[in-house]
């Protein structure tokens, strides 16, 4: 069946730590691969997204992930979280040419001041 | 701004009171989807309208039924609310040329509580 799983459910972290948020996905097939984020108050947007070529992508806010094929992983990273990270971040996959998104439950991240 | 917006944010239903939810876009997207997602749970999704074009996912529950008039407006249409329907709902939409896997625009939600 296909799956996202994220590693962790909640992360504290202090300002300026580094960042690595795992996402592992089972699907076969062509894949695209999301980053969306809730911020406290505000509903899910785009992060960040993959759907070909450089397996290194960057997003909005100096976040940026990398698609490994062979780990079917697609892990979130930032060198240097800010308090204003704070916030649920979710991976999701859709298939290729499909419709059907599946998402992650989720990792709350807190960065303390 | 364009923007998704669903109303209400909050609906507290009785156990087996019909309820409806909307959503509205300004995006002029084609694609609408409604997710469904439980307490601390991933966003399931129950439905999408590729322009007319009705998609039930295959695990959805009868009780869900969706309408979506035009363009821009779409309806979550829960005919016999559980108490297990408590959930967020949310709307999202994309715009597709071909195929799928676009990015999607999400609404805030809306907070249902069935008692």
């Known amino acids: 069946a296909q799956s996202v799983s994220q590693h962790n459910h909640h992360v504290i972290l202090s300002e300026a730590a580094s960042l690595e948020l795992g996402c592992n996905y089972s699907?076969?097939?062509?894949?695209?691969l999301f980053w969306y984020v809730q911020y406290p108050g505000q509903h899910l947007q785009l992060l960040l997204k993959?759907?070909?070529?450089?397996?290194l992508v960057k997003g909005i806010k100096g976040f940026e992930a990398e698609f490994i094929k062979s780990k079917f992983s697609f892990n979130l990273r930032k060198p240097s979280v800010q308090w204003s990270d704070t916030a649920e971040y979710f991976c999701?996959?859709?298939?290729?040419?499909?419709?059907?998104?599946?998402f992650g439950a989720g990792t709350r991240l807190f960065v303390k001041a | 701004d364009a923007m998704v917006i669903q109303n209400p944010r909050y609906q507290v239903t009785q156990f087996g009171k019909p309820v409806t939810l909307s959503c509205s876009q300004t995006?002029?997207?084609?694609?609408m989807y409604w997710y469904q997602q439980k307490s601390s749970q991933a966003p399931k999704l129950l439905f999408h309208?590729?322009?007319?074009?009705?998609?039930n996912e295959a695990d959805t529950p009868d009780n869900f039924q969706s309408r979506r008039p035009n363009t821009s407006f779409c309806f979550l249409d829960i005919r016999s609310p559980g108490l297990g329907d408590t959930a967020m709902y949310l709307c999202?939409?994309?715009?597709?040329?071909?195929?799928?896997?676009?990015?999607?625009?999400f609404g805030p939600g809306t907070r249902l509580l069935v008692l």
């Open positions: 999202a939409t994309s715009s597709q040329t071909s195929g799928g896997g676009e990015t999607q625009y």
């Open positions: 699907y076969g097939g062509t894949v695209n």
């Open positions: 993959y759907f070909s070529g450089d397996p």
């Open positions: 999701a996959v859709t298939g290729g040419g499909g419709f059907k998104t599946i």
């Open positions: 995006l002029n997207h084609n694609v």
């Open positions: 309208y590729y322009d007319k074009d009705f998609n």
